[in-house]
């Protein structure tokens, strides 16, 4: 079956560093997708990898391993604005999306 | 502003009553979808269409239909509400040409069914 495991909540410190992980098992692979959700809000897209390694784009950034079906979404000098849910989404062989619950993260000043 | 706008924002409806939720997209994008979202799940797909004309079954289809009758609109139609689709509602839009594409959301509906 198609599966993504993200944790479900997360804490962090205003200006910290925080790394939210995410594993996935699809039918076919076609890139790994991290969305930002605000609360009452629409998933806005973050990143895209389909290669291995890190992409890097301002404070967040995000790797991938497809031999280990790993990826891992990074979030650097914390903001309170960053608190939010972050959504994996694995693309399978179709172009479809499967998605994981989201990691709610909770920045404490 | 170029995007994807819903209607309604939210509604409360009455078990056994038909509804349609709109979804119009301004990006001549091909590929649109309909996402429910529940509280401790990921998004689950209702249906979706990679162009206009054509429709296809997602992950939980079953209570919904959808039409895709030109490009830039994908209403999605509850024929008789039940109180298990209680949810908010999620449009998208993507190129959809094939590759591997982003996805753009709406705003979302919240829909209540009592």
């Known amino acids: 079956g198609q599966n993504i495991d993200q944790p479900t909540e997360m804490t962090a410190t205003e200006g910290a560093i925080v790394q939210i992980n995410c594993t996935y098992q699809t039918s076919g692979f076609n890139g790994l997708f991290w969305y930002q959700q605000h609360a009452g809000e629409a998933p806005t897209f973050l990143s895209y990898n389909v290669l291995d390694g890190l992409e890097e784009k301002g404070r967040f950034s995000s790797f991938l391993s497809r031999s280990k079906g790993y990826s891992y979404l990074l979030l650097k000098e914390l903001q309170m604005k960053d608190s939010a849910s972050y959504l994996c989404?694995?693309?399978?062989?179709?172009?479809?999306?499967?998605w994981g619950a989201g990691t709610k993260l909770i920045i404490k000043p | 502003i170029a995007g994807i706008t819903q209607a309604p924002t939210s509604q409360i409806l009455a078990a056994g009553r038909r509804m349609t939720l709109r979804c119009t997209q301004d990006m001549r994008h091909n590929a649109m979808y309909w996402y429910r979202q529940d509280l401790g799940l990921g998004l689950r797909l209702i249906h979706y269409s990679n162009t206009a004309g054509t429709t296809g079954k997602g992950e939980v289809p079953d209570g919904y239909s959808v039409s895709r009758a030109n490009t830039d609109d994908f209403p999605l139609t509850l024929a008789s509400a039940v109180p298990s689709q209680t949810s908010v509602y999620f449009c998208a839009s993507s190129d959809g040409d094939g590759r591997p594409d982003t996805q753009y959301f709406g705003p979302g509906t919240r829909l209540t069914v009592l």
């Open positions: 989404a694995a693309m399978d062989s179709n172009y479809q999306l499967i």
